[in-house]
């Protein structure tokens, strides 16, 4: 499956801005879709995830509350609604995807899981 993200851009703290992951190729209900972020220097670290279905979802600490995830398996899409940005998000932000058999629980935040990627999209929030 190949992913391309979209939606990053330059917002105000406490402004929302919506990410797209955009797939093609394999049976997209069957992937479990996952969103991570990174900053120079650091891991990349995970955000939310989203199974294949679309019915377990699970968010960082430090994004629960303001973000959403949600996917339309018709349209072959995973989106991050993300309000109440602060400035600690800025990051360049990556949609990854895995059909792996086991539990989606036993490996959404793994980002070795994680077999297929998007290009990063930035989001800078400004304070």
């Known amino acids: 499956v190949q992913l391309q993200a979209s939606g990053g851009g330059l917002v105000q703290a406490g402004d929302s801005l919506t990410l797209s992951c955009a797939a093609s190729?394999?049976?997209?209900?069957?992937?479990?879709v996952a969103w991570f972020r990174q900053t120079p220097g650091k891991e990349r670290e995970f955000v939310g995830s989203i199974s294949g279905s679309g019915d377990i979802k699970h968010y960082a600490d430090s994004v629960k509350g303001r973000f959403t995830i949600s996917r339309d398996n018709a349209k072959n899409t995973v989106s991050l609604q993300m309000r109440r940005l602060k400035p600690e998000d800025t990051a360049a932000y990556y949609c990854a995807a895995d059909n792996r058999v086991k539990s989606f629980s036993e490996w959404y935040r793994f980002k070795n899981q994680y077999n297929y990627w998007g290009q990063g999209t930035l989001v800078t929030v400004s304070s």
């Open positions: 190729g394999g049976t997209f209900s069957s992937y479990g």
